[in-house]
Structures are given as structure tokens and as C-alpha cells.
């Protein structure tokens, strides 16, 4: 198993943090608006991660 990159294990630590906060808010757009973000960070931590074992950036 490779050992995470930095900024993808940034962006795993910001995706966790949203969701609990997304558990953690009271109005519904709050929730959604937090698990969007999260789901964001995950993307982005993948991307991270591909990049740093490829050495190449992805193209978006």
C-alpha cells in the first residue's frame, strides 16, 4: 500500500471534518451543503494521490 500523499491526506482530514459537521447541523441545507464539500475533498484527495504516484499531473 502506498503511504498517502500530504496534500491528499489534507484533503481526507477536510473531508472528514465536513461530514461531521454535516451530522452535526440542524437545517437541511446545511447538511447537504457540507456533505458536498466533503465529497469534493475525496475527489480532489484522489486526484492528489493519482498525481503524486504518476508524478503527472491529471488533466481536468
Known amino acids: 500500500m502506498t503511504e498517502l500523499d500530504d ?15 454535516a451530522e452535526a447541523a440542524v437545517h437541511p441545507n446545511a447538511t ?3 456533505n458536498a464539500l466533503a465529497e469534493r475533498y475525496k475527489t ?6 493519482v498525481e503524486a504516484e504518476l508524478d503527472t499531473p491529471v488533466k481536468r
Open 44 to 49: 480532489r484527495a484522489f486526484i492528489a494521490q
Open 7 to 21: 496534500e491528499a491526506a489534507y484533503l481526507l482530514r477536510r473531508a472528514r471534518e465536513e461530514k461531521e459537521q
Open 32 to 34: 447537504a451543503a457540507h
